[in-house]
């Protein structure tokens, strides 16, 4: 059993057109989505006709170094992207983005997501010949494309979308061409911006800032966008559909200073605290802290409009990254361990009430909420600013096994017992809606399967990566 109550997610994406210094600027905006992936990295540059590539497992300033930037990284136009397997195991075959050579064309495909009938459309494949040299359910996408080049990029881009079923926000590249699409249910962000003559997409905002780009929009649900030398265009070939994004992306994956989905993630978190604050009137405390990083936004909105003092009683270990996306067993274990401190002098005699963004496993919030009663708390309170997780996650959220989960297999007053908790209390549902609501709008509608089972897909076959 995984060591961490965080849900694990997959991957960012940044690409760029028409700029001298592409790939270092891909770089940058790679280090901005870092949060997204600390498995792997990888660029690919398209410069005189030709693909340039560097690719490893681990961080992005561990991947890259100047020299790659000076040698074959180079050319008006670049792909990246950082990647935490939730379909694929982590080896190096599995580094993204992908790259094709295949009668005479070149490209290369970096994908946010899990397509969830990636299991049949690889028995496919290669029953008709294609050999894959990786496990991830991304290659489908490449295998697809190179049996439909030779109707064009256009129309074997849409076949290719036309197939695959499930989340893909995603960059395809040649040297002379960017395309950014999005799936037709908008489950992961993807944005479009402008840096002077240049055009960038990203996965989220935080790497449009990072590299001075304006924001200009999101790339819409079931959108495909061609840059070249021409300029932008846009099409909707497949059938529209009510969008539901993974509201996950506002809890706990989406930097705070990003906007997705139209809204902003820090106003939406904090908005989640100001809701549980309204629903839970009765759980008083000498004051709240929050678990860094993730339940930080949400307190802050719980004691603003509960009055009960905020204070950060839990100190967190930033040279540690998010555990849930180490690649081993072992370093996980590790970094739960060091990742955060209690302050004890000032936590003993208190009633404290400890936010944090979910409970998953439950396994790492017990060790936390020992450590607190170690340090003398009087009372533990726990408040969590999304509902409880019950189903797994087909789209692109390695969430565990329904029985890893521990609000499918124990009731919540269950769940207060194993957590040795004074009170346990969740947003409700719609409560978590309600905060999207009062940050200005967003889509028709959120991914919700996680917390009530109702799949948005038919086919769930995702899962036969190694």
């Known amino acids: 059993m995984m060591n961490d109550d965080a849900p694990r997610h997959s991957c960012g994406v940044f690409g760029i057109y028409n700029h001298p210094q592409a790939a270092r600027l891909t770089y940058y905006g790679l280090y901005a989505l870092q949060h997204r992936g600390q498995e792997s990295a990888g660029i690919v540059a398209g410069r005189d006709g030709q693909l340039a590539h560097k690719k490893g497992l681990g961080l992005v300033a561990d991947v890259f170094h100047e020299a790659d930037f000076k040698a074959g990284l ?12 939730t379909s694929g195991a982590p080896v190096q075959a599995n580094v993204q983005p992908f790259l094709l050579h295949h009668a005479g064309q070149h490209l290369c495909l970096a994908h946010n997501g899990n397509l969830t009938n990636a299991c049949s459309l690889r028995r496919q ?25 030779h109707l064009g990029w256009q129309q074997a881009i849409t076949t290719c979308l036309s197939q695959v079923e499930g989340a893909y926000s995603i960059i395809i590249m040649a040297p002379d061409k960017l395309v950014a699409a999005r799936d037709p249910l908008g489950f992961r962000p993807l944005c479009l911006g402008r840096l002077n003559e240049a ?7 935080c790497a449009l800032d990072l590299v001075d780009a304006t924001y200009v929009r999101d790339i819409e649900p079931g959108e495909i966008v061609f840059i070249d030398a021409s300029g932008l265009k846009s099409i909707k070939p497949l059938p529209a559909r009510k969008p539901r994004s993974c509201i996950f992306e506002l809890v706990y994956f989406a930097r705070p200073d990003s ?9 939406t978190r904090r908005q989640q605290g100001v809701i549980l604050a309204k629903e839970n009137p009765d759980i008083k405390a000498d004051f709240i802290v929050p678990f860094p990083d993730s339940g930080n936004y949400a307190a802050i909105g719980l004691s603003a409009q509960s009055g009960i003092p905020l204070e950060m009683g839990m100190i967190r270990n930033h040279y540690v990254g998010r555990s849930f996306i180490q690649p081993t067993q072992d370093m996980r274990d590790f970094a739960v361990k060091v990742k955060l401190n209690p302050i004890a002098e000032l936590i003993r005699g208190k009633r404290v009430i400890v936010v944090d963004d979910s409970i998953v496993r439950g396994t790492t919030a017990i060790n936390r909420v020992r450590g607190l009663r170690a340090c003398g708390a009087k009372e533990v309170h726990m408040m969590v600013a999304s509902p409880p997780c019950r189903f797994p996650c087909y789209y ?11 609000a499918n297999n124990l009731s919540l007053e269950e769940i207060r017992r194993l957590l040795e908790l004074d009170s346990l209390r969740y947003i ?29 897909t038919q086919c769930l076959d995702a899962g036969c990566g190694a």
């Open 259 to 267: 906007d997705i989905y139209g809204l902003n993630v820090y106003q």
């Open 428 to 456: 409700s549902l719609p409560g978590l809606l309600q905060s999207t609501q009062a940050n200005g709008g967003g889509p028709a509608g959120f991914c919700q399967a996680c917390f009530t089972g109702q799949y948005p």
């Open 74 to 85: 180079r050319g008006h136009l670049a792909c990246g992207h950082v990647r935490y397997s």
């Open 125 to 149: 494949l290669e029953g008709r010949g294609s050999i894959f040299q990786s496990t991830s359910d991304s290659e489908v996408m490449v295998h697809i494309l190179a049996r439909n080049l």
């Open 396 to 406: 692109g959220v390695d969430f565990a096994e329904p029985e890893q989960l521990v």
């Open 199 to 205: 055009y960038v997409v990203a996965s989220e905002t």
